[in-house]
């Protein structure tokens, strides 16, 4: 299947590592330009370094200047974007009465005035152009929350709730805004905390990953990264192209009702 990508010029947030990067070196191989943005340099490099034509913008996406300047390096490089995948995003582990404003306050930069910046700074690029797509990566915990992350679980709420009124107002501009709901996704994060979770313990990390998935997931596993990956590809192409203001789950069963 042709998904028309070729010479599109996809900004991907979050594009140095897991998901993002998967989305990335997807987005590469069906003929995309891609824009990586993150913090680390080091790592942005070494994807881009495999991506030819990759430009990359290290930022700070809480920052609130951080959309100006990706909009500014893309449009000095390549003249516009086509396609933005709001995908940077990190888990959070509190209490509600005891947590911070500092950590809300965090948590709602990164998750959602990260996309609502960017969609002030690279919609109007994609409107001079003739259209684009907007994908916001949130997660399955927007609509059932895991109990120790409960601010993560409100932001990426605020985040798909975000998806679906952008959606509405850039429709007209040919602009098609979704969001994904990714269920357990094997990147950096979960290795990490299973790896220090069972040091010194009996239990392998791989053991203490596979049982959260068989308590979890109907179908057993972790999602590799690709495999959500090639859904938001999906999703960017015209082929989807009257997918507009929705929210897909990618969770191999885990969301435990219809919607
Ligand atoms: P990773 O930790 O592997 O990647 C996170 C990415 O976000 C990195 O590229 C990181 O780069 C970037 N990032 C984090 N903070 C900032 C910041 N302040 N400014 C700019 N970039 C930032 O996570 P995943 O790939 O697992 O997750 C990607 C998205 O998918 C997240 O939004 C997550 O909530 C969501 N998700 C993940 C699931 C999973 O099971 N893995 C399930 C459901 C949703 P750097 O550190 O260099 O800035």
Not at 116 to 145: D, E, F, W, Y
Not at 146 to 162: D, H, R
Not at 169 to 175: Q, S
């Amino acid at each position: 299947m042709d998904l028309h990508l070729t010479d599109k010029v996809a900004v991907v947030t979050g594009g140095n590592a897991g998901i993002g990067e998967a989305i990335a070196r997807a987005l590469a191989a069906e003929g995309a330009r891609v824009v990586l943005v993150a913090r680390d340099r080091s790592r942005l490099d070494a994807v881009a370094k495999t991506l030819p034509g990759a430009l990359t913008v290290p930022v700070d996406l809480i920052e609130p200047d951080a959309a100006d300047r990706v909009a500014e390096a893309v449009a000095a490089e390549f003249g516009g974007a086509d396609i933005l995948i709001n995908n940077a995003g990190t888990g959070s582990e509190e209490k509600i009465l005891t947590a911070s404003d500092d950590r809300w306050q965090f948590y709602w930069d990164l998750h959602v005035m990260a996309a609502v910046r960017l969609a002030r700074t690279i919609a109007p690029q994609m409107k001079s152009r003739g259209g684009g797509v907007i994908l916001h990566n949130a997660s399955i915990c927007a609509t059932q929350p895991l109990g120790y992350e409960p601010i993560y679980n409100t932001t990426k709420a605020a985040l798909v709730m975000f998806s679906k009124c952008l959606a509405n107002e850039l429709i007209g501009d040919n602009i098609r805004v979704n969001a994904v709901n990714p269920g357990l996704v094997m990147t950096g994060d979960w290795i990490k905390t299973a790896k220090s979770l069972t040091e010194g313990t009996d239990q392998t990390w791989e053991q203490y990953l596979q049982k959260i998935a068989d308590d979890n997931a109907p179908i057993g596993r972790f999602a590799t990264p690709e495999e959500v990956a090639d859904f938001f590809v999906f999703l960017c192409s015209s082929r989807a192209a009257y997918s507009v203001g929705s929210t897909y789950y990618v969770d191999g069963g885990w969301l435990k009702v219809t919607t």
